[in-house]
């Protein structure tokens, strides 16, 4: 019994002094825990739409690796076509309008298309083929008009110049016979009332070469008017045509952008990859479903992106936290227990708090993880953005007799005091 009761002691006093050391020197790891969630180094990439649409097909399914520049979603383009073939219609009306106005104005008469226009315009075009000739042959009857009217008086003046002449030696001739019937009523020879007859017959031949010398006057005047109407109605005829080119300019350059926003928007309604990368959420997969404006179709996660947790620490563990501190990243839910904690450290720590929606306010620590998956001799499960872990920072080491003394020296900075 003696011999039992010694062999207690000594292993009861071996036990004592192992705990002992242990206390004394023995550590522990002093840990911050946090829990945050996975992000990534890069921003996902949000594929959004401005305009918004209707579902045609979608090209990808959660999960896909797409490259840059990929189709991922079609919109049903109907809407938006007809709008394309209506203005491609306006364009090239005015297109084929402004051929015709720069033709009509340079007085060619042959008019210059290109193929697509002759071919799918062929109406447009002969409509422009007809208004060219028409407005030509309406131009042209206008100033046949006032040369025909030039004509008549260049006629006129021609026949009054020539009754000029005509007088005029028939006044040289009645002088002639004035002089002759003057020298024989003096020598009695002739009577006075033949002498009356050639002087009333000079008169009347002297009023006809004044009216005639009028005529031509007036007729002059009208030639000249009836050329300034011939330069008047062509001038605004071609004043006019510039008028409508400006406007026709004008319009085909209004149409044009408004068909190159529409190309646009049409070109839009084939939603394409940004960036090469893993698809991580498809919001709207279904033929038919509605997309409102600005709604985010497609997330991906990019291939050269890494995964960090972001983790939320309080406020009074802020002070402990270092970059480059080693910390243990464990999953939340109940399949943690089957795979170890995940390695990482500390790579950045933000300035300023942030307030979470129903808590304190924390600072957000962000993590470089050594895998981006959990993984056992069996199976692995595989990180992603916006799976939820808690994280355990490593501040350091501290003696278990430091635990067990802290709350004695807590009470020595504060002797016989009411705390």
């Given at each position: 019994?003696?011999?039992?009761?010694?062999?207690f002691?000594?292993?009861?006093?071996?036990?004592?002094?192992g705990?002992?050391?242990?206390?004394?020197?023995?550590?522990?790891?002093?840990v911050?825990?946090?829990?945050?969630?996975?992000?990534?180094?890069?921003?996902?990439?949000?594929?959004?739409?401005?305009?918004?649409?209707?579902?045609?097909?979608?090209?990808?399914?959660?999960g896909d690796?797409?490259?840059?520049?990929?189709?991922?979603?079609?919109?049903?383009?109907?809407g938006?076509?007809?709008?394309?073939?209506?203005?491609?219609?306006?364009?090239?009306?005015?297109?084929?309008?402004?051929?015709?106005l720069?033709?009509?104005?340079?007085?060619?008469?042959?008019?210059?298309?290109?193929?697509?226009?002759?071919?799918?315009?062929?109406?447009?075009?002969?409509?422009?083929?007809?208004?060219?000739?028409?407005?030509?042959?309406?131009?042209?009857?206008?100033?046949?008009?006032?040369?025909?009217?030039?004509?008549?008086?260049?006629?006129?003046?021609?026949?009054?110049?020539?009754?000029?002449?005509?007088?005029?030696?028939?006044?040289?001739?009645?002088?002639?016979?004035?002089?002759?019937?003057?020298?024989?009523?003096?020598?009695?020879i002739?009577?006075?009332?033949?002498?009356?007859?050639?002087?009333?017959?000079?008169?009347?031949?002297?009023?006809?070469?004044?009216?005639?010398?009028?005529?031509?006057?007036?007729?002059?005047?009208?030639?000249?008017?009836?050329?300034?109407?011939?330069?008047?109605?062509?001038?605004?005829?071609?004043?006019e045509?510039?008028?409508?080119?400006?406007?026709?300019?004008?319009?085909?350059?209004?149409?044009s952008?408004?068909?190159?926003k529409?190309?646009?928007?049409?070109?839009?309604?084939?939603?394409?990859?940004?960036?090469?990368?893993?698809?991580?959420?498809?919001?709207?997969?279904?033929?038919?479903?509605?997309?409102?404006?600005?709604?985010?179709?497609?997330?991906?996660?990019?291939?050269?992106?890494?995964?960090?947790?972001?983790?939320?620490?309080?406020?009074?563990?802020?002070?402990?936290?270092?970059?480059?501190?080693?910390?243990?990243?464990?999953?939340?839910?109940?399949?943690?227990?089957e795979?170890?904690?995940?390695?990482?450290?500390?790579?950045?720590?933000?300035?300023n708090?942030?307030?979470?929606?129903?808590?304190?306010?924390?600072?957000e620590?962000?993590?470089?993880?050594?895998?981006?998956?959990?993984?056992?001799?069996?199976?692995?499960?595989?990180?992603?953005?916006g799976i939820?872990?808690?994280?355990?920072?490593?501040?350091?080491e501290?003696?278990?007799?430091?635990?067990?003394?802290?709350?004695?020296?807590?009470?020595?900075?504060?002797?016989?005091?009411e705390?």
């Amino acid at each position: 019994m003696k011999e039992k009761l010694k062999y207690f002691k000594i292993y009861s006093s071996m036990i004592f002094l192992g705990l002992i050391i242990l206390i004394y020197f023995g550590r522990l790891d002093v840990v911050v825990e946090g829990k945050g969630i996975i992000i990534t180094d890069i921003d996902i990439a949000n594929v959004q739409h401005l305009e918004g649409g209707i579902v045609e097909y979608s090209n990808v399914k959660i999960g896909d690796y797409v490259e840059a520049g990929q189709t991922l979603v079609v919109l049903n383009t109907a809407g938006i076509q007809a709008d394309v073939n209506e203005l491609e219609g306006l364009l090239y009306g005015y297109q084929i309008d402004c051929i015709r106005l720069r033709t009509e104005l340079t007085g060619s008469n042959e008019l210059v298309f290109t193929e697509k226009q002759k071919l799918e315009f062929s109406d447009l075009v002969q409509d422009a083929i007809e208004r060219l000739k028409s407005r030509k042959n309406k131009i042209e009857q206008l100033v046949a008009v006032q040369l025909s009217i030039l004509d008549q008086r260049k006629m006129e003046v021609e026949e009054s110049i020539i009754s000029v002449d005509s007088n005029i030696k028939i006044l040289k001739i009645l002088q002639e016979q004035l002089k002759i019937s003057d020298d024989l009523l003096k020598e009695k020879i002739s009577t006075r009332y033949n002498h009356l007859e050639l002087l009333r017959e000079e008169v009347y031949i002297r009023g006809l070469i004044e009216e005639d010398e009028k005529r031509i006057l007036r007729l002059n005047l009208a030639v000249k008017e009836a050329r300034e109407r011939i330069k008047t109605i062509r001038r605004n005829y071609r004043d006019e045509i510039r008028v409508e080119l400006a406007d026709a300019v004008a319009a085909e350059k209004r149409a044009s952008e408004r068909l190159a926003k529409s190309l646009e928007s049409l070109d839009r309604m084939n939603i394409k990859a940004p960036i090469t990368g893993k698809v991580q959420n498809v919001n709207y997969p279904t033929k038919g479903g509605v997309i409102p404006p600005g709604a985010t179709l497609v997330e991906i996660i990019p291939t050269n992106a890494k995964l960090l947790v972001k983790a939320h620490v309080g406020t009074n563990d802020r002070g402990y936290l270092q970059k480059g501190s080693e910390v243990a990243v464990g999953l939340i839910s109940d399949i943690s227990r089957e795979f170890p904690n995940l390695v990482g450290r500390v790579i950045d720590i933000k300035e300023n708090t942030t307030k979470q929606e129903y808590g304190e306010p924390v600072y957000e620590v962000y993590i470089e993880l050594t895998n981006n998956k959990f993984e056992n001799s069996k199976k692995s499960y595989p990180l992603f953005p916006g799976i939820e872990v808690v994280s355990y920072i490593n501040l350091g080491e501290r003696r278990i007799f430091e635990y067990l003394l802290s709350p004695f020296f807590s009470l020595g900075k504060f002797p016989l005091s009411e705390i």
